[in-house]
């Protein structure tokens, strides 16, 4: 393994140099500052007069936040002269900020809060902060990542009335505009999310992330996400668009970052059982435990999750455990630990031909066909406060998973005769470090931040393909394990990163936040497949098929920079106009430099997908009325890799794989959510009447081709309008939601073939979806209950090319569900 080692003397020179550059250019500078501003103050209640404990006051628009002491006493030093705006909070008082104009010297800012209600509910205590109905964006500086001026939405997950049981992604991203949702399973057992016109296929075109830290198979040979955390486990879900990828590297789409709940600081233990019941008999059981000991934060969970699935041969069997332990021995410093195990199994029915599907959807022609999926992640952590104005976060994390994927992965349109059945193995080994350092300044008298990282990642995936056991049964086993019928190969991969980003408030409305990253990737294959060949007979005469094995070492290493830019003005609380502009790049996988067989070449010449992502919008939140997110968005997509037919010197057609074309997408994005009791009675009424809507209008398209059967073409997979909207009411204890969506027809591939005897390619038809969702909580018990697919619509999202097909893969038909919750 030494030749796949990433350090080498001239490497680690240019990544010198690279960082001291990027620290001189983006104004590391000014920690070296002769004046100084000190703040420090109290924190009391209003109705009480005594001292705050543990609340939380913090620089806004900066990543500088401290807690209150025992007296309520508060200190933030060591900052720059400049003008600044100090906030407060404790859960169930109202917030309050104060504006401070600073020199040089001490400052004394005093908050007195005062609380939400009078009467403060003994099951659930609400603030203003919380009051999210279900959608909200990231702060300008959030722990140890900067998002000013990027497209940005934040899914809060206890405040949505949603199947949670199921993971249903329809209605838990229903609010965030431009996603295609691919629905494979009803039990949402793995997610498809593409955005802007990308292949939703296990949200691939995402960097995916849980609190932080890498869960693909392999973020750069094999981006697919196998593993995808229960809903019900989650506080929040981080969605980043295309500039994501300055801090976050190897995207088009963006970040999705799953955050995972902690224990409850004020209390030693909190149980929470959730127990669902549903059509085909569906069953999940959701138990975790969690709370803060002394020094010790801890949460855990346990999910069992079976089902027989809508159509036949879907059984399927989850269990999923995780841990999370932190320790603070000082309130600058936190090491945290957590542990993620997931196995499943799930039997697949394969897909449909078109007559099938239009015949019965219901209806499953594969019954020998399955899947299971073994992950396990561990991440160690490390926050430390180096001063009120320079943080340390240290992220360390593993995977060490696999994916066996067993059947007849022969067409759709022809019968099942038996026989040995296809097998793929895959084992991950994957462990990554990220390193970031977060500081404030001062830039003409306003706080300004900056962001500088460092990431180190290994992958290793070891691919094997050959016959498994005839039959029925989840046999997963190779029948002539040392010489395979399809190939076996090891996938080493290195990536070595630097990346750095600054907020400059230019004035305390108008900010610029360049960015730049530097990458280094080397991704490598090593093995061999099995190339068929036909034989003449001596004895018949007649061609037979032979076999003989072929080795094979590939290597690909490159580095390069790329940058990015976004300003933002905030004209009010209520509206914020941005824009930002990042350069994107995906890096070949390992499909694109390995050979299966004869009849694909690969061109020796193959090149990382790279573009950029340009977005310019306006967004706010007012007064608790109106919530609204207007942008539009420009992609450039260049090099895209794909296969063409092409003929050899002795006229044999087989498909090459290159870098066919470029492709432009152009696309607004509008989100809107109306309060209608605020708009009629504009009083504090903590009942809620929200109407909301979601609308993505896309228009992409292939150009830049030398291939004139594609130059022109729509892209695959992009619906030109895609509509959410929902009308959801709330009070204290009752939430009702509706929703609506439509997604209008589009290609599954480049040729815009209408329709093919395989399936694979085709119309994917306009779909329109309808859910109803119910929940109630009286004292310690949630009751929740709801309709999918209210109008048992028959419809599809994806036509498969391999596993779960190939072929056409119906979505679920109307179903039910009940759960009850019960938190002590």
Same mark, same amino acid.
């Given at each position: 393994?030494?030749?796949?080692?990433?350090?080498?003397?001239?490497?680690?020179?240019?990544?010198?140099?690279?960082?001291?550059?990027?620290?001189?250019?983006?104004?590391?500078?000014?920690?070296?500052?002769?004046?100084?501003?000190?703040?420090?103050?109290?924190?009391?209640?209003?109705?009480?007069?005594?001292?705050?404990?543990?609340?939380?006051?913090?620089?806004?628009?900066?990543? $500088?936040?401290?807690?209150?002491?025992?007296?309520?006493?508060?200190?933030?030093?060591?900052?720059?002269?400049?003008?600044?705006?100090?906030?407060?909070?404790?859960?169930?008082?109202?917030?309050?900020?104060?504006?401070?104009?600073?020199?040089?010297?001490?400052?004394? $800012?005093?908050?007195?809060?005062?609380?939400?209600?009078?009467?403060?509910?003994?099951?659930?205590?609400?603030?203003?902060?919380?009051?999210?109905?279900?959608?909200?964006?990231?702060?300008?500086?959030?722990?140890?990542?900067?998002?000013?001026?990027?497209?940005?939405?934040?899914?809060?997950?206890?405040?949505?009335?949603?199947?949670?049981?199921?993971?249903?992604? !329809?209605?838990?991203?229903?609010?965030?505009?431009?996603?295609?949702?691919?629905?494979?399973?009803?039990?949402?057992?793995?997610?498809?999310?593409?955005?802007?016109?990308?292949?939703?296929?296990?949200?691939?075109?995402?960097?995916?992330?849980?609190?932080?830290?890498?869960?693909?198979?392999?973020?750069?040979?094999?981006?697919?996400?196998?593993?995808?955390?229960?809903?019900?486990?989650?506080?929040?879900?981080?969605?980043?668009?295309?500039?994501?990828?300055?801090?976050?590297?190897?995207?088009?789409?963006?970040?999705?970052?799953?955050?995972?709940?902690?224990?409850?600081?004020?209390?030693?233990?909190?149980?929470?059982?959730?127990?669902? $019941?549903?059509?085909?008999?569906?069953?999940?059981?959701?138990?975790?435990?969690?709370?803060?000991?002394?020094?010790?934060?801890?949460?855990?969970?346990?999910?069992?999750?079976?089902?027989?699935?809508?159509?036949?041969?879907?059984?399927?069997?989850?269990?999923?455990?995780?841990?999370?332990?932190?320790?603070?021995?000082?309130?600058?410093?936190?090491?945290?630990?957590?542990?993620?195990?997931?196995?499943?199994?799930?039997?697949?029915?394969?897909?449909?031909?078109?007559?099938?599907?239009?015949? =019965?959807?219901?209806?499953?022609?594969?019954?020998?066909?399955?899947?299971?999926?073994?992950?396990?992640?561990?991440?160690?952590?490390?926050?430390?406060?180096?001063?009120?104005?320079?943080?340390?976060?240290?992220?360390?994390?593993?995977?060490?998973?696999?994916?066996?994927?067993?059947?007849?992965?022969?067409?759709?349109?022809?019968?099942?005769?038996?026989?040995?059945?296809?097998?793929?193995?895959?084992?991950?080994?994957?462990?990554?470090?990220?390193?970031?350092?977060?500081?404030?300044?001062?830039?003409?008298?306003?706080?300004?931040?900056?962001?500088?990282?460092? !990431?180190?990642? !290994?992958?290793?995936?070891?691919?094997?393909?050959?016959?498994?056991?005839?039959?029925?049964?989840?046999?997963?086993?190779?029948?002539?394990?040392?010489?395979?019928?399809?190939?076996?190969?090891?996938?080493?991969?290195?990536?070595?990163?630097?990346?750095?980003?600054?907020?400059?408030?230019?004035?305390?409305?108008?900010?610029?936040?360049?960015?730049?990253?530097?990458?280094?990737?080397?991704?490598?294959?090593?093995?061999?497949?099995?190339?068929?060949?036909?034989?003449?007979?001596?004895?018949?005469?007649?061609?037979?098929?032979?076999?003989?094995?072929?080795?094979?070492?590939?290597?690909?290493?490159?580095?390069?920079?790329?940058?990015?830019?976004?300003?933002?003005?905030?004209?009010?609380?209520?509206?914020?106009?941005?824009?930002?502009?990042?350069?994107?790049?995906?890096?070949?996988?390992?499909?694109?430099?390995?050979?299966?067989?004869?009849?694909?070449?690969? =061109?020796?010449?193959?090149?990382?997908?790279?573009?950029?992502?340009?977005?310019?919008?306006?967004?706010?939140?007012?007064?608790?009325?109106?919530?609204?997110?207007?942008?539009?968005?420009?992609?450039?997509?260049?090099?895209?890799?794909?296969?063409?037919?092409?003929?050899?010197?002795?006229?044999?057609?087989?498909?090459?794989?290159?870098?066919?074309?470029?492709?432009?997408?152009?696309?607004?994005?509008?989100?809107?959510?109306?309060?209608?009791?605020?708009?009629?009675?504009?009083?504090?009424? !903590?009942?809620?009447?929200?109407?909301?809507?979601?609308?993505?209008?896309? =228009?992409?398209?292939?150009?830049?081709?030398?291939?004139?059967?594609?130059?022109?073409?729509? $892209?695959?997979?992009?619906?030109?309008?895609?509509?959410?909207?929902?009308?959801?009411?709330?009070?204290?204890?009752?939430?009702?939601?509706?929703?609506?969506?439509?997604?209008?027809?589009?290609?599954?591939?480049?040729?815009?073939?209408?329709?093919?005897?395989?399936?694979?390619?085709?119309?994917?038809?306009?779909?329109?979806?309808?859910?109803?969702?119910?929940?109630?909580?009286?004292?310690?018990?949630?009751?929740?209950?709801?309709?999918?697919?209210?109008?048992?619509?028959?419809?599809?999202?994806?036509?498969?090319?391999?596993?779960?097909?190939?072929?056409?893969?119906?979505?679920?038909?109307?179903?039910?569900?009940?759960?009850?919750?019960?938190?002590?």
């Amino acid at each position: 393994m030494s030749n796949y080692f990433l350090y080498r003397p001239m490497k680690i020179e240019v990544c010198k140099r690279l960082l001291i550059g990027a620290l001189l250019f983006f104004g590391f500078v000014p920690i070296v500052e002769a004046q100084n501003v000190n703040f420090y103050g109290k924190v009391s209640g209003r109705d009480s007069g005594l001292p705050i404990k543990g609340a939380d006051v913090f620089i806004r628009n900066s990543s $500088v936040t401290v807690k209150t002491d025992a007296n309520g006493a508060f200190y933030i030093k060591n900052l720059s002269p400049g003008k600044y705006t100090l906030v407060a909070f404790y859960l169930g008082m109202k917030i309050q900020s104060e504006d401070v104009v600073a020199e040089s010297g001490d400052y004394q $800012v005093n908050f007195v809060l005062g609380a939400i209600e009078k009467q403060l509910d003994a099951v659930k205590i609400m603030s203003e902060a919380e009051e999210t109905n279900g959608i909200t964006r990231l702060q300008s500086v959030e722990g140890a990542a900067i998002y000013e001026a990027k497209k940005t939405e934040v899914i809060v997950l206890k405040d949505l009335t949603a199947n949670l049981a199921t993971n249903n992604s !329809r209605q838990v991203y229903a609010k965030v505009p431009g996603l295609n949702i691919w629905e494979s399973d009803g039990a949402g057992l793995q997610l498809g999310l593409g955005a802007r016109g990308l292949d939703p296929n296990r949200t691939s075109n995402f960097n995916v992330r849980q609190n932080g830290y890498d869960i693909s198979a392999d973020a750069l040979g094999y981006p697919e996400s196998y593993y995808t955390p229960p809903l019900e486990a989650l506080e929040r879900i981080e969605v980043v668009r295309g500039a994501a990828s300055l801090q976050y590297g190897t995207q088009f789409g963006g970040l999705l970052n799953f955050i995972l709940k902690k224990g409850p600081r004020d209390k030693p233990i909190e149980l929470t059982s959730r127990q669902t $019941v549903g059509s085909f008999g569906f069953f999940n059981s959701f138990n975790s435990v969690g709370g803060t000991k002394g020094k010790f934060n801890y949460y855990t969970f346990f999910q069992h999750k079976q089902g027989n699935g809508w159509r036949p041969n879907s059984d399927f069997d989850l269990n999923m455990a995780y841990a999370d332990v932190s320790y603070s021995p000082t309130d600058r410093f936190t090491v945290n630990f957590q542990y993620t195990h997931m196995y499943y199994l799930a039997q697949q029915p394969g897909g449909l031909t078109d007559a099938r599907f239009e015949e =019965d959807p219901r209806q499953s022609i594969r019954e020998r066909n399955w899947f299971r999926v073994n992950w396990n992640l561990a991440a160690l952590n490390l926050d430390y406060k180096l001063s009120d104005r320079l943080k340390l976060n240290v992220r360390n994390f593993m995977l060490i998973g696999g994916r066996d994927a067993l059947g007849n992965l022969g067409r759709i349109d022809r019968t099942d005769e038996g026989g040995e059945r296809d097998l793929f193995v895959d084992d991950f080994e994957n462990f990554g470090n990220e390193t970031r350092v977060i500081y404030n300044y001062s830039t003409f008298s306003n706080p300004s931040v900056l962001l500088i990282g460092t !990431r180190y990642y !290994r992958g290793f995936t070891d691919r094997k393909q050959g016959n498994g056991p005839d039959g029925k049964q989840d046999d997963f086993r190779f029948l002539r394990p040392d010489n395979l019928e399809g190939s076996d190969f090891d996938f080493p991969s290195r990536n070595f990163s630097i990346f750095a980003e600054n907020i400059f408030n230019l004035t305390p409305k108008f900010s610029v936040t360049p960015g730049v990253r530097f990458e280094y990737i080397k991704t490598s294959a090593e093995g061999y497949f099995q190339n068929e060949i036909l034989v003449p007979n001596p004895e018949t005469g007649i061609a037979e098929q032979s076999f003989f094995k072929v080795d094979e070492v590939k290597n690909n290493s490159r580095s390069f920079v790329f940058a990015g830019l976004g300003l933002s003005y905030k004209q009010s609380d209520a509206l914020e106009l941005y824009g930002n502009f990042s350069q994107n790049y995906r890096a070949i996988n390992f499909n694109d430099i390995r050979v299966v067989n004869p009849n694909l070449v690969v =061109d020796e010449n193959i090149s990382d997908e790279k573009g950029f992502n340009l977005d310019v919008g306006f967004r706010g939140n007012k007064f608790d009325l109106l919530n609204f997110d207007v942008s539009f968005f420009y992609l450039k997509y260049n090099d895209r890799i794909g296969s063409i037919l092409q003929r050899d010197d002795s006229f044999r057609i087989f498909r090459f794989r290159t870098n066919v074309a470029d492709s432009r997408h152009i696309g607004a994005e509008i989100f809107a959510e109306l309060n209608l009791l605020r708009l009629l009675k504009p009083t504090e009424n !903590r009942s809620k009447l929200n109407l909301y809507t979601n609308l993505a209008i896309i =228009d992409a398209q292939y150009i830049n081709s030398d291939e004139t059967t594609i130059e022109g073409n729509e $892209v695959e997979l992009v619906p030109p309008l895609n509509l959410k909207a929902g009308l959801a009411y709330s009070n204290k204890d009752f939430r009702v939601t509706y929703q609506y969506a439509f997604t209008q027809e589009h290609y599954s591939d480049a040729t815009n073939a209408e329709i093919t005897p395989s399936a694979v390619e085709g119309l994917i038809p306009s779909y329109q979806i309808m859910d109803l969702s119910f929940s109630y909580r009286y004292k310690f018990f949630t009751f929740e209950t709801g309709i999918n697919n209210l109008l048992d619509e028959a419809y599809f999202t994806r036509r498969a090319t391999g596993y779960p097909g190939p072929g056409i893969i119906p979505a679920d038909g109307r179903s039910f569900y009940f759960t009850l919750g019960l938190k002590i």
